[in-house]
C-alpha cells in the first residue's frame, strides 16, 4: 500500500527525495482574492453571500446565540464533556508553565531596559468542521490565548446545513471554555471576516445589528483547509497568523524493535483526517516495512473511513523510506520535519532528544500521536509541509508580543553618546546624533 523510497547507501540531501502532498497555495489564492475582497468592502453581506454560495447554509445572523452555546454545553454526552473537561485541565496545566515573565536588565548604571511581554487584544480562533468537527481544536487554540491572557476571544467555526451552526460538540466545548463570541463563519470568507470585521470599506460607519458586527481581530490562529490556509496567506499583514497549515502529517522512525501493529494503526490514525493526510514510515528494517504492509492491508479494509485513509496511503505524500541505518534515519526524518514524529526504537528517549526539527515529538510505544491530538497536554496545532524547521506550534508566545521599554539617565546617555554619534555618521543619519547632543547643548543636564 505504501510506496518504498530506499536510501540505503545513497549519501546524498534527502528532502528533495521525500513524499510530499502537492498543494498549490498560490492558485488558491488568486481564486479566493474577490472572495476576501468583496468580505473588505461590503462586510457581513459578504460574508453571507460566500456561506450560502459555498456552504449552502443561509445565516440570518452571524453570531451564534448564547442560548444555542448554552443548549450545546447541556445536551453534552457525558464521555464526551468528562474528556473535554480533562483535555482542558491537562492543557491548562502545560500551558501555565510557558508564560514569560517580564525582565530588567541593567546595561550600565543608569541605563535599563525591560523586555514586558503582552498579550494580543484580540484574537481570532478558526476551527474546522468540514470532513470531521474538532471540540479538541477549540481547546488546543484557547487554552494558550487565556494563559497569555488575551481580552477579547472569537471563536469562528463552519455551520452545518441541517442546522446552520457550528457542530454541537464545538459549541460545547466553547462553553466549557467561557467563550461566547462566536460565529457560525467558516472557509475564506471567516478569515477575512476576522482580518477586516463586518462593516466593510465601503460604509464603515454604517449601523449593524450586533448579532451581525464583528470586530476585527489582530492575530487569527487555528487549522484549516486550502482555502483557509490561502486566505490566511492573503490577509497576512493586516493580521498576524500562526502558520500556513497543511494537511496532516505523521512520520514514525522505527528498527526491528518496532510493534508492526502499532506503527500500521499510527499511519492509518493520521491518514483518516483527509485524503491529502500523509503517513510516513522510517525504518532500517526491511522485514518491519513488510509487516507493517501487511498490518496495513488488514486494518485498512476494515477501519471506519477506509475509502479517505486507502487514499491517503496510497498518495505521493506517503511512503515507506528505508535507510541503512538509525543515524541516517534520523537525519531523514529531520530533513522531512514532519508535524507529528513518533520513536519506536531501541532507546527511543535518546534518539527522540537527538531530533531537531518536528512539530512534536512522541517518544515510544505507549505516546502515539492521538494521545498528543487530545490528552497528552501538548498542543496539536503545529506546523506542517516542513515548516518544523523554522516554526513552532501553537503555544502562550504565539498571542504575546514582546516590547522593550529604555530608560536611561542623562549621566547613562552622555556616557554614551559618542558612540551613537559615530555610529550616526557612519551610517550618514547625523540627525540621529544630533538628537543626542542636543541634550548636552549649553551645558544641559
Not at 463570541?181 to 470568507?189: D, H, S, T
Request: with cysteine; charged share 20%; glycine share 8%.
Amino acid at each position: 500500500m505504501l510506496t518504498r523510497i530506499d536510501l540505503r547507501g545513497r549519501d546524498i540531501d534527502p528532502r528533495n527525495l521525500l513524499p510530499r502532498a502537492r498543494i498549490d497555495v498560490s492558485q488558491a489564492v488568486e481564486q479566493i482574492r474577490p472572495l476576501v475582497d468583496g468580505v473588505r468592502e461590503h462586510g457581513v453581506e459578504a460574508v453571507k453571500e460566500a456561506t450560502h454560495r459555498l456552504d449552502g447554509v443561509d445565516l440570518a445572523a452571524l453570531r451564534v446565540p448564547a442560548e444555542a452555546i448554552k443548549e450545546a454545553e447541556q445536551a453534552l454526552e457525558p464521555e464526551v464533556r468528562a474528556a473535554l473537561l480533562e483535555v482542558i485541565a491537562r492543557t491548562r496545566k502545560v500551558h501555565a508553565d510557558q508564560r514569560r515573565s517580564d525582565h530588567t536588565t541593567q546595561v550600565v548604571p543608569g541605563g535599563t531596559v525591560t523586555e514586558r511581554w503582552l498579550p494580543v487584544s484580540r484574537v481570532g480562533l478558526y476551527v474546522p468542521g468540514g470532513l470531521a468537527v474538532y471540540p479538541s481544536t477549540v481547546v488546543m487554540n484557547v487554552v494558550p490565548a487565556q494563559a497569555a491572557g488575551v481580552p477579547s476571544l472569537v471563536i469562528v467555526s463552519p455551520p452545518q446545513k441541517a442546522t446552520g451552526l457550528p457542530d454541537a460538540r464545538v459549541l460545547a466545548a466553547c462553553a466549557l471554555l467561557g467563550v461566547d463570541e462566536v460565529y457560525a463563519v467558516g472557509g475564506a470568507q471567516a478569515v477575512a471576516m476576522l482580518a477586516y470585521g463586518t462593516r466593510g470599506t465601503a460604509d464603515p460607519e454604517r449601523e449593524l445589528p450586533a448579532h451581525d458586527d464583528c470586530a476585527p481581530v489582530d492575530l487569527i490562529t487555528g487549522p484549516g483547509n486550502l482555502w483557509v490556509t490561502a486566505a490566511k496567506r492573503l490577509v497576512r499583514g493586516v493580521v498576524g497568523i500562526d502558520a500556513e497549515a497543511g494537511p496532516t502529517e505523521i512520520a514514525i522512525l522505527a528498527d526491528d524493535t518496532a510493534d508492526p501493529a502499532h506503527v500500521a494503526a499510527d499511519l492509518i490514525s493520521q491518514a483518516e483526517h483527509d485524503p491529502m493526510a500523509a503517513s510516513v514510515l522510517v525504518t532500517d528494517s526491511p522485514a518491519l516495512a513488510d509487516a507493517v504492509d501487511a498490518e496495513l492491508a488488514v486494518r485498512v479494509a476494515r477501519t471506519k473511513h477506509s475509502e479517505r485513509v486507502a487514499t491517503a496511503l496510497g498518495g505521493p505524500q506517503s511512503a515507506t523510506v528505508l535507510v541503512g541505518d538509525l543515524a541516517q534515519g534520523l537525519r531523514v526524518v529531520d530533513a522531512y520535519a514532519a508535524e507529528h514524529l513518533e520513536i519506536q526504537t531501541r532507546d527511543a528517549r535518546e534518539w527522540a532528544m537527538r531530533v531537531r526539527n518536528a512539530g512534536a515529538v512522541f517518544v515510544g510505544a505507549y505516546a502515539p500521536v492521538s494521545l498528543g491530538d487530545y490528552c497528552a497536554g501538548s498542543n496539536h496545532v503545529l506546523p506542517t509541509a516542513g515548516c518544523a524547521r523554522h516554526s513552532s506550534g501553537l503555544s502562550v508566545q504565539s498571542f504575546l508580543r514582546g516590547i522593550h521599554v529604555v530608560e536611561y539617565t542623562a549621566d547613562a546617555l552622555r556616557d554614551v553618546a559618542h558612540h551613537v554619534v559615530a555610529l550616526a555618521n557612519a551610517e550618514d543619519l547625523p540627525a540621529h546624533g544630533e538628537a543626542v547632543t542636543a541634550r548636552f547643548e549649553g551645558g544641559a543636564a
